[in-house]
Every structure is written in C-alpha cells, then in structure tokens.
Nanobody, 128 residues
Framework: DVQLQASGGGLVQAGGSLRLSCKFS????????IGWFRQAPGKEREGILC????????YYADSVKGRFTMSSDNAKNTVYLQMNSLQPEDTAEYYC?????????????????????WGLGTQVTVSS
C-alpha cells in the first residue's frame, strides 16, 4: 500500500519557522514525485511545491520561493519542508501527495489531478 503522511504543523508567530515532514511507504523515492499542497480556510487547495522522482528537480510557487525549502532523506523515506519567514497568509492545512513518475520527468506546478496518493494534512497556523 502506498501511504504518505504529513506531520510537523503547529502554531508559530509571524517570522518564525516550522519543518514539516512527509513520511512515505509502499514505494521508493526514485519512482515517485511528491507534491506539497495547502488549503487555507475558505480557499481552494493550491499546489505550492514539487520534488521529482529521485529529487532531480524541484518546483517552488512564487508565494513560497526563497522562504520554503524541500529536502529528502531516502534512508528515512521522508521528504522535509523547511518553512522560514512564515506569514499569516501561510496559515493553511498542508498536505503531501505522491504520483508515479521517473527521474526524467521534471517538476512543474503541481495540480491535484496529477497526484493519486494523498496523506492527511497537518495544520500550520501563523499568528501576526
């Protein structure tokens, strides 16, 4: 079974940092791309980040570029999302999702329909 689970959310003041984790099982990182999405209250879910199979490429939405950084630890089957300089507009439920891919396919703006496997979200709340 393919499973992904995001964790690490919490409450932080504006300007603070959090590190989210996406632990996955049922596949190897070289065969899957992982995307990060978030959904703020009253808004549609938006794709903000993607890391390609084997971490060959990444995509960052303009709204998080320069503040958020993805990394991976194959030994722990985990992808990390380091979020710095958090702002109240970053408040949302954050999800990681996976889709079958290859290292030859570079990441682009993640769209929900591209991803077949979803984990439960983790709430990030940034206070002003």
């Amino acid at each position: 079974d393919v499973q992904l689970q995001a964790s690490g959310g919490g409450l932080v003041q504006a300007g603070g940092s959090l590190r989210l984790s996406c632990k996955f099982s049922g596949f190897i990182f070289g065969d899957f791309a992982i995307g990060w999405f978030r959904q703020a209250p009253g808004k549609e879910r938006e794709g903000i980040l993607c890391i390609s199979a084997g971490a060959r490429s990444t995509y960052y939405a303009d709204s998080v570029k320069g503040r958020f950084t993805m990394s991976s630890d194959n030994a722990k089957n985990t992808v990390y999302l380091q979020m710095n300089s958090l702002q109240p507009e970053d408040t949302a439920e954050y999800y990681c999702a996976g889709r079958e891919s290859t290292s030859a396919i570079l990441c682009g703006p993640p769209a929900e329909w591209q991803y077949d496997y979803w984990g439960l979200g983790t709430q990030v709340t940034v206070s002003s």
